[in-house]
Nanobody
Framework: QVQLVESGGGLVQAGDSLRLSCAVSDHSVRNNAVGWFRQPPGKERETVAALNWGGSNMYTADSVKGRFTISRNDAKNTVYLQMNSLKPEDTAIYYC??????????????????WGPGTQVTVSS
């Protein structure tokens, strides 16, 4: 059974950094489309960053561009989200996700079949 488990969230101050990790079991992340998504309180879920199948393209939301970076370690079967210069508006539950079937659309959350339970990130001003 495929499982994704996020870690690394917490309460930080504005300007701090965090690195979220997503450990994946029973499914290789190598060459797979992977993404990080977030849901702020009272708002819709949004795509933060994603890598397409093969890893040749990377999507980063305008709101986090230049501050957040997605990466993966195939040997550890883990996906990361490095978050720098955090702002209060980055407060949200962060989810990692994995596509099961190939899709040209690696940005939309609806294209992802496997999801982690989420990790809370809270940024105080």
């Amino acid at each position: 059974q495929v499982q994704l488990v996020e870690s690394g969230g917490g309460l930080v101050q504005a300007g701090d950094s965090l690195r979220l990790s997503c450990a994946v079991s029973d499914h290789s992340v190598r060459n797979n489309a992977v993404g990080w998504f977030r849901q702020p309180p009272g708002k819709e879920r949004e795509t933060v960053a994603a890598l397409n199948w093969g890893g040749s393209n990377m999507y980063t939301a305008d709101s986090v561009k230049g501050r957040f970076t997605i990466s993966r370690n195939d040997a550890k079967n883990t996906v990361y989200l490095q978050m720098n210069s955090l702002k209060p508006e980055d407060t949200a539950i962060y989810y990692c996700a994995l596509q099961k079937y190939w899709s040209a659309n690696y940005v939309s959350s609806g294209e992802y079949e496997y999801w982690g339970p989420g990790t809370q990130v809270t940024v105080s001003s």
